[in-house]
Each structure stands twice: as structure tokens, then as C-alpha cells.
T-cell receptor, first 111, second 114 residues
Framework: GQNIDQPTEMTATEGAIVQINCTYQ??????LFWYQQHAGEAPTFLSY????GLEEKGRFSSFLSRSKGYSYLLLKELQMKDSASYLCAVRSRSNDYKLSFGAGTTVTVRA | DVKVTQSSRYLVKRTGEKVFLECVQD?????MFWYRQDPGLGLRLIYFSYDVKMKEKGDIPEGYSVSREKKERFSLILESASTNQTSMYLC?????????????FGPGTRLTVL
């Protein structure tokens, strides 16, 4: 199985940068996903990492270190609309279709 | 864009009732999933299906069953609803032929069992 840990809550100011960490323990790592979920809405896909390094998509970047079982999601130039829950999910090679999710990190952006 | 729809946004049922949650996706995806989401626990996989008439148990299948008679539709069934099944239920689909096999989620059904 997988143990996936991420902080419960983070607060930041509009225009700032926030880094959400995710650590995991898994047998047969096969990819890590980040999703954004606004209150009462469906999770939406943000990023995917399977190799070590940084993936950048506009204001959002995601980093992976497989040897450390560690990822982070970096949100730059924060906007009020970035207030949401951010979910880290790990896929295992033992079954390619299954994702294991962390409990999510609620980010609150303040003016 | 991928579209995953769920039959209801909100449902209120009584203990012991049989409950059907329907999910439809319009992107011809092979894989479909049912999760429940509870505060502090994250998304937990109930059942998934990688083809028509195929199903696999997820991490918490007890008290649930599923049906996949057509590729686009995946139903979750609560044979006899109980209060501990009050939760947000999320359906997702993914395409195995794609590189990342990203899952796309429906809007969710918030089920309350009284």
C-alpha cells in the first residue's frame, strides 16, 4: 500500500508563493499527480510527474524526487481563485489503474 | 474536453434503502472509478472497471456493488444504505491509451443517509 502525507492547511497572501509538500511510501511507484479541488466541486487535473525533476505549467510547477519519495506543488503569484484543496495522488505499478490519494491540503489565499 | 456526469448532485435516503448512483463519460474511456471522499481521509477507491462487464474491488468495497453494462456508464449500488455511507461520491474515468492515464472526475454526488 501507499502512505501519502501532505499538510492539512496553508495560508498565504495574494501575489506570494506557496509550496505544498507531499511525501509517499509505495511499492512500485508509477507516477504522481496533483489535483485542485474547489469547495463543492470535482477535482481537476493539474500536473503529472513520473521522472525526477521539475514540470512547469504557467504559475504552477511540480517537482518529484523518487529516491526521497517526495514531491511538491509550487504556486506562484497567488490569486484569490487559487484558494482550494490540493490533492497529491500516487499510482503504483502493481496496478496501473489505481491512484492512492493524500487527504489534501487546503490553501487559503488572503488579500 | 472530457465530460463526466453524475446523475444527482444531492441525494437523501433512508437507512436500508437501495441506492443507485449513475456515472456517464463521453470520451470513450476504458477505465472508470468510484471513490468516496470524507473530511480528513481524502479520496478512497471503492470499485473500478477497466472494461465493459469487468470490475475490480478497490480499498473499501464493503457495502457496495457496481455495474458496467456499457462502456460509457458505471453504476454504484448501495444494496442497503447505512448512515456510515453518508459521504461525497466521486466518479472518474481515464484512457489507458494515453501516456499519463489521467483520471477525470465528475462533479460528485453528496449522499446523506438518515
Amino acid at each position: 500500500g501507499q502512505n501519502i502525507d501532505q499538510p492539512t492547511e496553508m495560508t498565504a497572501t495574494e501575489g506570494a508563493i506557496v509550496q505544498i509538500n507531499c511525501t509517499y511510501q509505495t511499492s512500485g511507484f508509477n507516477g504522481l499527480f496533483w489535483y485542485q479541488q474547489h469547495a463543492g466541486e470535482a477535482p481537476t487535473f493539474l500536473s503529472y510527474n513520473v521522472l525526477d525533476g521539475l514540470e512547469e505549467k504557467g504559475r504552477f510547477s511540480s517537482f518529484l524526487s523518487r529516491s526521497k519519495g517526495y514531491s511538491y506543488l509550487l504556486l506562484k503569484e497567488l490569486q484569490m481563485k487559487d484558494s482550494a484543496s490540493y490533492l497529491c495522488a500516487v499510482r503504483s505499478r502493481s496496478n496501473d489503474y489505481k491512484l492512492s490519494f493524500g487527504a489534501g491540503t487546503t490553501v487559503t489565499v488572503r488579500a | 474536453d472530457v465530460k463526466v456526469t453524475q446523475s444527482s448532485r444531492y441525494l437523501v435516503k433512508r437507512t436500508g434503502e437501495k441506492v443507485f448512483l449513475e456515472c456517464v463519460q463521453d470520451m470513450d474511456h476504458e477505465n472508470m472509478f468510484w471513490y468516496r471522499q470524507d473530511p480528513g481521509l481524502g479520496l478512497r477507491l471503492i470499485y473500478f472497471s477497466y472494461d465493459v462487464k469487468m470490475k475490480e474491488k478497490g480499498d473499501i468495497p464493503e457495502g457496495y456493488s457496481v455495474s458496467r453494462e456499457k462502456k460509457e456508464r458505471f453504476s454504484l449500488i448501495l444494496e442497503s444504505a447505512s448512515t456510515n455511507q453518508t459521504s461525497m461520491y466521486l466518479c472518474a474515468s481515464s484512457d489507458r491509451t494515453g501516456g499519463t492515464d489521467t483520471q477525470y472526475f465528475g462533479p460528485g454526488t453528496r449522499l446523506t443517509v438518515l
